[in-house]
């Protein structure tokens, strides 16, 4: 990467930054270009040499989001696929702490991103970030255990629904409790053990 390059790429993440911090606070549609330049510390001509409209900016800060979500998966999506269909049923539930842990540190690195997210969901396309999930994930499990096609999509809002209404109140508490323990929540809400808790 040349200097300008750099200076380019380093100017479009300011401007990433400001707009989730802007979006922390009031949704997109009351956000001006002239707030977002006084949020990055840069001027008008600079935001409109990197995008047309402020909505340029949102794709570019969703892509930014969902690549960096996707970096906290370490397998590739050959090593899923081959990792579910070698289970047994018995040993395939839709949601485990070895996807939860990284989703949940990713949340935890990026609460700003969250509250943002969550604040404006629309335009932030919250649920965009689910995608991988679902196709790798939650559908081929859902295939294995031979549930139509058609259901898959009220399976999947159940379990996504229910994680976020989760992820959401760990947010409201800054996300002071481990990620251990929210995936432990998360993973007993799906699939209790009798006695894990004592008693």
């Not at 690195?109 to 939650?138: C, T, W």
């Not at 002071?176 to 432990?184: G, K, N, Q, R, S």
């Amino acid at each position: 990467m040349n200097k300008s390059e750099s200076k380019y790429f380093n100017t479009a993440l300011r401007m990433d930054k400001a707009l989730i911090a802007l979006l922390e606070k009031k949704d997109l549609e009351y956000i001006t270009v002239k707030e977002i330049c006084e949020e990055a510390g840069v001027n008008r001509s600079t935001f409109y040499l990197h995008y047309e409209t402020i909505g340029d900016l949102v794709n570019e800060t969703t892509e930014m989001i969902n690549e960096r979500f996707l970096s906290y998966f370490p397998q590739n999506e050959k090593n899923i696929s081959d990792e579910l269909e070698g289970r047994q049923l018995s040993e395939l539930i839709l949601v485990t702490k070895e996807y939860l842990i990284p989703y949940l540190r990713f949340i935890k690195d990026n609460k700003r991103v969250y509250r943002a997210s969550f604040r404006n969901p629309n335009d932030m396309q919250a649920h965009a970030r689910y995608g991988e999930l679902k196709k790798h994930i939650l559908s081929p499990i859902l295939d294995r255990f031979r549930v139509p096609v058609p259901y898959h999509r009220y399976y999947i809002a159940y379990y996504i629904e229910g994680i976020i209404a989760i992820v959401k109140e760990w947010l409201r508490r800054d996300c002071e409790d481990e990620v251990e323990m929210i995936a432990d929540i998360i993973e007993q809400c799906v699939r209790p053990e009798p006695g894990k808790y004592g008693g």
